[in-house]
């Protein structure tokens, strides 16, 4: 079956780091890939997406590639910053059943 | 914007107790969803619906039913509450073009005694 495997948590990272939280998958055919985000208190919300190999999603300075060979979608950012604290998840979309499949998320902590 | 509404941020209910947990949303969409979130477990898909009176079982959908008698309203069903249901419910939804976009409610925590 389609599963998600996400890095173990918490980061903790100084203001202006760089950040790399790693996700690699598990799937048939050729899943959608996604980045949620969790903020404290908050429901998830969308933080970017891919939906083919070599794709880069991006948004609010966050990126990650979609690499097919490596079954991986590594999020990245380049100079994290204290609002960036958040709880992060990997995602794949389940084209058979229709539906999203998360990862175990990862806490990202940053200190000023 | 998109807005996805739970009944309750915080619940405490009794073993034994039947538990309704509401969610509407308010963007017309079609497709509705239940999850619930552990440490350490993500968040697992308990049941989702693509259309009014339509439900289909997620992962882990013993212990739980859902209702949807009208589109904008989704409610998660646990008929005899038990501890190991303590946990935090999240509500999505989504355009049917777009399953795969979900919006989500901010969460009801429920502490089940």
């Known amino acids: 079956g389609n599963s998600v495997t996400q890095m173990e948590g918490p980061v903790t990272l100084s203001e202006e780091a760089f950040l790399t939280i790693n996700c690699t998958y598990t799937?048939?055919?050729?899943?959608?890939l996604f980045w949620y985000v969790q903020y404290p208190g908050e429901g998830l919300q969308l933080l970017l997406k891919a939906t083919k190999a070599d794709d880069k999603g991006s948004n609010k300075g966050f990126e990650a590639t979609y690499r097919k060979e490596t079954t991986s979608f590594h999020l990245e950012k380049g100079s994290v910053q204290v609002s960036d604290s958040a709880v992060y998840f990997c995602?794949?979309?389940?084209?058979?059943?229709?539906?999203?499949?998360f990862g175990s998320g990862t806490r990202l902590q940053v200190q000023p | 914007d998109v807005k996805v509404t739970q009944s309750s941020r915080y619940l405490v209910k009794r073993t034994g107790e039947k538990v309704f947990l509401e969610c509407v949303q308010d963007?017309?969409?079609?497709?509705m969803f239940w999850y619930r979130q552990d440490p350490g477990l993500g968040l697992r898909l308990i049941y989702f619906?693509?259309?009014?009176?339509?439900?289909e079982k997620g992962d882990i959908p013993e212990g739980y039913s859902v209702s949807r008698e009208k589109k904008e309203r989704f409610s998660l069903i646990l008929e005899s509450a038990s501890t190991n249901q303590t946990s935090m419910y999240l509500c999505a939804s989504s355009y049917s073009g777009s399953r795969d976009e979900q919006f989500f409610g901010p969460g009801t925590r429920l502490t089940v005694l």
């Open positions: 995602a794949l979309f389940n084209t058979g059943r229709r539906a999203l499949t």
């Open positions: 963007m017309d969409h079609e497709n």
């Open positions: 799937a048939t055919g050729y899943p959608s």
């Open positions: 619906s693509y259309d009014v009176k339509m439900k």
